[in-house]
Nanobody
Framework: VQLQASGGGLVQAGGSLRLSCAASGRTFSSYAMGWFRQAPGKEREFVAAISWSGVTTYYTDSVKGRFTISRDNAKKRVYLQMNSLKPEDTAVYYC???????????????????WGQGTLVTVSS
């Protein structure tokens, strides 16, 4: 599967952005999906994940209550709605696909098999 992330940009603190990840390939609907981010000089970190059905989601603590992950399998897209943005949310955001069958959602970047190219989110104070 190929992934293409979009929707990043410059926003003031307190603002909102919606990231989108478009997927190609017939197997998208069977994959769990995740969003990660990488700030300058830092390692890539987990942000959110969603099961293949969309029923189960998981968030890192720093974005709980502010970010929402969702998916539309018919459109082969996964979204990350980001509200109440903070300067510390500034990073390149990546979507990723996990083709493995797991009991729980994958939280580590090495558990994901396919990656998009990233989209830059900059939050000004």
């Amino acid at each position: 599967v190929q992934l293409q992330a979009s929707g990043g940009g410059l926003v003031q603190a307190g603002g909102s952005l919606r990231l989108s990840c478009a997927a190609s390939g017939r197997t998208f609907s069977s994959y769990a999906m995740g969003w990660f981010r990488q700030a300058p000089g830092k390692e890539r970190e987990f942000v959110a994940a969603i099961s293949w059905s969309g029923v189960t989601t998981y968030y890192t603590d720093s974005v709980k209550g502010r970010f929402t992950i969702s998916r539309d399998n018919a459109k082969k897209r996964v979204y990350l709605q980001m509200n109440s943005l903070k300067p510390e949310d500034t990073a390149v955001y990546y979507c990723a696909a996990d083709r493995n069958v797991r009991t729980n959602l994958a939280l580590r970047k090495d558990e994901y098999d396919f990656w998009g190219q990233g989209t830059l989110v900059t939050v000004s104070s």
